[in-house]
Structure formats: C-alpha cells, structure tokens
C-alpha cells in the first residue's frame, strides 16, 4: 500500500514552459486535492475533487488545471509556468465522512 | 483572509521543557485537526477534536478543542528533538469539502 505518491519530486522550469504534476493513491479514496505551501502562507488549497469527473476551485486556483478521469490519479497542470508559482506542491486524498488528509511527499517546483 | 492564526510562528526550545502552540478563528469549526510536518515531507494528522471542550492526549501531546469550537491549543510536555517539525491546524467552517490550513508553527527542541 503506497499510499499517496507524487512525482517528479524536483522540477526546474522556465517562464512559459508547461508541465503536469503527477499525483496518484492506492486507498480508493474519493476526495483528492492539490496545494502549495509557500514560506509563511501556509498551505493553500489549489484544486479539488469529490470523484471522478468532479473537480472544483480552492483558494488559489489561477494558473492551474486539473482533471479527475480514475478515482485512483489527479494530476495538476500548469499551462505556462510564471515565478509566482514557485513552490512546494501537496496532492492529499480522504475519504467522504472521514476528515483525515492524507498527504504525497511533495513536489519541488522552481520556475525561473 | 487567513482564518486561522497559530501562534507563536516560531518556538526554540531545549529538550525537557513545555510548551504550548495555539490556534485562533473567529469562525466555528465542527472539528479541527492537528498536522505535523517534517522537513521534506508531507503533513501527517496527529488528532482530531470535534467536541467543544473536547481535550485529547497522544503521549505527550495535548489536544484541547475550546468550548465555543473556534480555537484550539497543543500543549507538549517535556519536549524532545524528536519533537522538532512544522505544526498545523486546518479545519473546514462551511459544510463541503475545503480545508483551511493555519500558517503552522515551526518548533525547533536543541538537545
């Protein structure tokens, strides 16, 4: 049981570039969802889903997209890659009803 | 609009000493959670109160859910290095999915 996996784990980017941040779990969970953690903000919610082909905007969603095709993968997309989203990228899962998060070891993401 | 505020951001101990990290709102929660977080990894539930007054224990950690569920502390007693991480508290004030995270408190214990 893997439990929720990420990759890449680092990913250096240009302005401009687009790239797909991958995020899969093993727990048949139906939530998933996607954040950034930047140095004194705390984690903040990108994109979320409830089930698959349900997605909806978190607090930050500008510049981002995803998509829920299986319950098992929620990968996040950037289309052109800006400064501003330098960060570290969480994907977590849970299941209806049960408020535990559970959270990918992170993706590293720097975009000069 | 930051809904929950942890406080202290950061806290420098030495090892055998307590201390207590708190988290504020001015919004009620149905249950609030607690996170801990090391460097490189993702966050880990530690507990979750749900009850107004509610108080947990988990070794030496202490968890209280204050009465009117809009703030909550994590007490530790006699804090080890192994304690060191980023501490979280997120709840969800509206019915539905999202949950709002707090800044995090990040306790370094030197031994």
Known sequence: ?112 | TQLLEQSPQFLSIQEGENLTVYCNSSSVFSSLQWYRQEPGEGPVLLVTVVTGGEVKKLKRLTFQFGDARKDSSLHITAAQPGDTGLYLCAGNPNSGYALNFGKGTSLLVTP
């Not at chain 1, 302005?15 to 941040?21: D, E, K, R, V």
């Not at chain 1, 095709?69 to 330098?86: N, V, Y």
């Not at chain 1, 009803?97 to 975009?111: D, M, N, S």
């Open chain 1, 1 to 112: 049981n893997a439990g929720v996996t990420q990759t890449p784990k680092f990913q250096v980017l240009k302005t401009g570039q687009s790239m797909t941040l991958q995020c899969a779990q093993d727990m048949n969970h139906e939530y998933m969802s996607w954040y950034r953690q930047d140095p004194g903000m705390g984690l903040r919610l990108i994109h979320y889903s409830v089930g698959a082909g349900i997605t909806d905007q978190g607090e930050v969603p500008n510049g981002y997209n995803v998509s829920r095709s299986t319950t098992e993968d929620f990968p996040l997309r950037l289309l052109s890659a800006a400064p501003s989203q330098t960060s570290v990228y969480f994907c977590a899962s849970s299941s209806p009803g049960i408020e535990t998060q559970y959270f990918g070891p992170g993706t590293r993401l720097l975009v000069l």
